[in-house]
């Protein structure tokens, strides 16, 4: 029996043991009753965990739904990134290799391939370096042991230390190599074909020490070898200096061009390099300057032996761009340890021979002697003195009077200064004026010599005329042509007495200042003179450049004038100057047979000792005020 009915009829049973049917009846009705609530309450449990659980299900079906469509995403970026990181890397100049712990390839890019031309289906992930080297090998772009390569740098990885090295592939390139290891074990391996940079940087360090037009070693490579050199000297292993300076190269430039002065210098430096021997280093210090430096001498004529190779390069005449061009050149010599024990002392003193040189006409050689430092000292002292004389007026203006040659009148006087120095006497314009052009003082000289002679000028009588030279360093003053003016002003001299004499050297230097500053002078009526003609490097072709009234044949070829030759460059100038109607001074006339030719070749002044020396003021005003209008001559 159930244990509940058994409980009831338990109930319902009276004392004397009497079942008591209504009580068991209500006992068994409450009891259903019970049971149908209990049933109902599951009922009602059951369905709502049902909703329960169909709410779970769904909200799991969501989220799953949301993760794989989270992973789908994923997948599609990490997809995207590989296709760029594929693009990246193997768009890389660079060659690129990315290796695991054990040393076994898992990335490497196109570049890498190709710049060992190296075979795809052979370097894929998970070859190992050591089969990667050796397909190399086998190719020919390593040439190392294998074995050693790759423990080498295996040890180095493990060791967390970046390996940096270079190699020349056989085809010409240079290859930078660099293995550096990675967090976590394994490394990356970059490659760069480095030949273009290692080229510019070849070439960079080329330029420091070559001179780029010649290709000869630079100044600063001369010095560095000769600071060496010299640390070596011996009184039985000297070493010399030669010091060469292109004479009147920069005629060359001006005259016939720059293309053309370069090939001179490209002639030159080839000359001097095929001309010295192995113990004899060629440098171009820049300009029209060479220099060899001589080493291991045991006697003078091994020097000797080198300025004649060196003159022999110099003096080879070269063809260019249709035009001859034959050069000379001043050479200096200075000898270690003789002549100085330092790289300053060596090369102050090759120099100050080379100027020695120069001094003396140039086209030749000079060694150092120490006379020479002492010459250039007195040069500065007499700049320095030249300066007090201009304040203490120890200049005077001279003057030699021009001679026509066709009547024996005086045509007029050039001024020609003259400095009487208080301790040294009266000093030559030869030696004074050279330097005050080179210190600028020929601007404050000039000045006051020409505002002193046209105001001489003025004095004399009738309508002499008055040459005046002009230094070529004033016309780069820029203010000549007002300056010439002002004298002319405050003068009152009639600009068409004024004759400027100038040389060659105006027109080379600066060509077209000077040109304009010579027609605007042409323009208010002064005449203009080429001094000094055929003693240039192309006189001639100044004659195309400038309508000059005068032109002053040099000295020399008055000289020569008893010579078949000399006569007849006399009368290609007279001629040539008639054709363009210029007239013909010839200077430097000491002889009457000089005198009779220079009138038979028809040449149309004169000037000379033969009738006068450069006088004071005072005289040649006596002069010219005794013969106004007379012949002279
Ligand atoms: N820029 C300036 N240059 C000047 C000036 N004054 C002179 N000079 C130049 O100095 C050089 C030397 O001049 P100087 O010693 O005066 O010589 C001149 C004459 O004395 C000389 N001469 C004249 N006749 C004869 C002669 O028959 N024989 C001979 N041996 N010498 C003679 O020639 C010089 C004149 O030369 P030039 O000027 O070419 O006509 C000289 O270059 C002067 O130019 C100045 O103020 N400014």
Redo the contacts with the bound molecule.
Sequence with gaps: MHRLIAKQIAKATGAAGAVDIDKLAELVSSAYEELDRDRRRTDRSMSLMIEEVDTVNRNLEQLVANRSAELRARERDLHAQNVRFDVAINNMTQGLLLFDVTGRLIVCNHSYIAMYALSPEIVRPGISLRELILHRREIGSFHGDVDEYCNALSRSMLEGRTSHQQSDTPDGRTIQIVNKPVPGGGWVATHEDVTERRRAEEKIRHLAHFDALTDLPNRAMFHERLREEIARATPDRQLAVIYIDIDEFKSVNDTLGHQVGDELLKSVAGGLRRRANANEFVARLGGDEFAIMQTAIRNQAEIIDLITRVFEAIRTPFECHGHRVTTDASVGVAVAPQHGASLDQILKNADLAMYAAKTAGRKTWRFFEPAMDARVKARRALEMDMRQALLDGQFE??Y?PCVGLEDNRITGC?????WHHPERGMI???EF?PV??ETGL?NE??EW?LDIACKEAMTWPGDFKL?????PV?FKSGTLALKIAAALAASRLPPKRLEL?I?EAVLIRDDDAALAILHQLRAIGVRIAL??FGTGYSSLSYLQRFPFDKI?I??CF?NDLSTQGGSSIVQAVVNIAAARNMMTLA????KAEQRELLRTLGCTEM????FS??VPAAQILALLQAAPDKAVA
Excluded: M, W
């Design positions: 203006v001279y030699q050039e001024a020609l200064v003259r030559s314009p030869a004026i005050a052009e020929i000289l000039g010599v040459a005046v030279n002009v230094s004033q004499e040389t001094d000094d002053k040099d000295r008055v200077e430097g006339v000491e000037q000379g000792f033969l020396r450069p």
